[in-house]
């Protein structure tokens, strides 16, 4: 009886190691050459920004930067398509604070066509404003350079796909399950904003 025990436990942990070997081969091939997987991706949408001619796409330079200092530089900028335009007017600065949904992707990979997703404020597949719990961050500060920089240029109930280069994003960092350079995918909405000292009242 205890050799049989002893042969059950050995199938077991060998079972057991082999899931762990697929997961993690699984894994390397997922995230290979991430760091140029990440840049290709990123100008390839930057370029395709570039000439679409049409005012569903945006190119815009990181906050603290003006045109002439961003010099043309892909990785200065972030890259917009323009899912809603409300068409109101007044954006938020940088000491704002403001309500957001958001659902936050990598990009497209075998496992993961359209992109892993890492954090959301909403679980429906299609966004539905009625079933998500909008979060308050920081216009500026806590917050990555390629979110402050669309929330600056975003007017309350526009909705923008924001796609933010690893330079304006967590960069060389790995930052919780966000591997380092990693190109950020943002389907991003703003809800509210409030100026700085301002009352802000809970989401409801």
Same mark, same amino acid.
């Given at each position: ?5 002893? =042969? ?8 057991? /190691?082999?899931? /762990? ?9 997922? &995230? ?7 840049? %290709?991706?990123?100008? !390839? ?29 892909? /990785?200065? &900028? ?5 899912? &809603? ?6 954006? +938020? ?12 992707? =990598? ?6 066509? #359209?992109?892993?997703?890492? #954090?959301?404020?909403? !679980? /429906?597949? #299609?966004?539905? +404003? ?10 500026? %500060? ?15 109930? #526009? ?5 933010? +280069? ?27 904003? &409030? ?5 802000? +009242?809970?989401?409801?």
């Amino acid at each position: 009886m205890k050799g049989y025990l002893s =042969l059950l436990t050995i199938v077991l942990l060998s079972l057991l /190691s082999l899931a /762990s070997c697929k997961e993690n081969e699984q894994e390397d091939y997922e &995230y290979a050459n991430w760091q140029s997987r990440n840049t %290709e991706y990123f100008n !390839k949408i930057y370029d395709h920004a570039k000439t679409a001619n049409n005012s569903t796409w945006k190119i815009i330079p990181k906050w603290s930067l003006g045109e002439e200092a961003a010099a043309g530089k892909a /990785s200065n &900028y972030i890259v917009v398509e323009v899912l &809603y335009s409300s068409g109101r007017e007044g954006s +938020p600065l940088y000491t704002d604070s403001a309500y957001v949904n958001y659902r936050g992707r =990598l990009i497209p990979t075998v496992y993961h066509a #359209d992109g892993w997703v890492f #954090d959301q404020t909403y !679980k /429906s597949t #299609d966004y539905v +404003p009625e079933l998500a719990l909008p979060k308050l961050i920081g216009v500026g %500060e806590g917050t990555i350079d390629g979110i402050t920089t669309a929330l600056m240029n975003m007017h309350i109930g #526009d909705r923008w796909r924001v796609y933010i +280069p690893q330079e304006l994003g967590y960069r060389t960092t790995d930052t919780g399950s966000i591997p380092a350079f990693s190109t950020l995918i943002f389907d991003l909405s703003l809800m509210a904003y &409030y100026r700085a000292g301002a009352n802000i +009242p809970e989401w409801k």
